[in-house]
């Protein structure tokens, strides 16, 4: 009997993160905190920052593990 097949994919957007936006993960926590703070603002191009970084290195790994 078979397994069901493991997304690899949050595994690998989790270690892009870590490994290789965490100074981005720093500008998107900063602003996070300066607008929780200060009650008004939003992060989107922070959070734009990150996801572009984290797409960037993720994407050719996950396309690798496709067969």
Known sequence: MSSDPVDPTPEIRESCKKQQCMSLVAEYEACANRVAAKGDGN???Q???LL???DKCAAPKIFATLK
Request: one cysteine or more.
């Open 52 to 54: 572009k970084c984290i």
């Open 43 to 45: 992060c989107i191009g």
């Open 47 to 49: 959070f734009g920052d």
